[in-house]
């Protein structure tokens, strides 16, 4: 069964730091989404993409953010200058084109900012 | 108020017991409805879609009451394997984007 994967499955980064984390949702979804999980705490959205461009993200996702969808198949999640709060996993997510397809998660990138 | 909101558990049930979860949603708008387990450090795993008519997979079964905004999750027969986190999950807009209940965590016991 096709499945998202991400990269790396943690990565520790000092506060300050730009980190990038990657995904390859899987190969005929169209819609795809990067959400984050604080430890003990609920799943947040961050954003949405689609058609080579965000439609939607969340009040968390602000100008330290960045999403990229470079070469077809990658799907990228930019930090910029780190904070320790920063600290979760992120979960990357994609869809397939009817609408009431769920969305598929990787194993998630845990970040640790020090 | 809340937008999804889930029984606060956790739940500490027998195995072989009947576990039933409620979720109750804000937005009249919603459109797609969805029960994901989590487990502890792991992502959110779809279990199954909540259709208005209801459906079952085994000894899992849900239920979507619109006019209500509730949504229900009933597992049969529960195994020591069903301990998790279980999330509700509903989507309103076009970009499908997810919300996500803070989930209710279910501890089965031998």
């Known amino acids: 069964e096709p499945e998202v994967t991400q990269t790396p499955s943690h990565q520790v980064t000092q506060m300050g730091q730009e980190v990038i984390l990657r995904c390859v949702p899987i190969?005929?979804?169209?819609?795809f989404y990067w959400y984050r999980q604080i430890l003990g705490q609920k799943v947040e959205f961050l954003v949405s993409?689609?058609?080579?461009?965000?439609?939607?993200k969340s009040e968390i996702f602000d100008d330290q953010f960045s999403v990229e969808r470079p070469d077809g198949s990658n799907f990228t999640l930019k930090i910029r200058s780190t904070k320790l709060e920063d600290s979760a996993m992120y979960f990357c997510a994609s869809k397939g084109r009817q609408g009431n397809q769920p969305q598929h998660f990787g194993d998630g990138t845990r970040l640790s900012i020090l | 108020r809340k937008e999804v909101e889930q029984d606060p558990g956790p739940f500490n049930v027998p195995e072989g017991a009947t576990v039933a979860f409620n979720c109750t949603y804000s937005n009249s708008a919603s459109q797609s409805f969805f029960w994901y387990r989590q487990d502890c450090r792991k992502e959110p795993k779809l279990l199954m879609s909540v259709y208005s008519s209801g459906n079952e997979d085994g000894r899992f079964t849900a239920q979507l009451n619109r006019a209500s905004q509730y949504i229900s999750l009933l597992i049969r027969d529960s195994k020591l394997s069903d301990s998790a986190t279980y999330l509700c999950?509903?989507?309103?807009?076009?970009?499908?984007?997810?919300?996500w209940g803070a989930g209710t965590k279910l501890i089965i016991k031998p």
């Open positions: 993409f689609y058609n080579n461009e965000i439609s939607e």
């Open positions: 190969s005929n979804h169209l819609y």
């Open positions: 999950v509903v989507t309103m807009d076009s970009n499908y984007q997810l919300i």
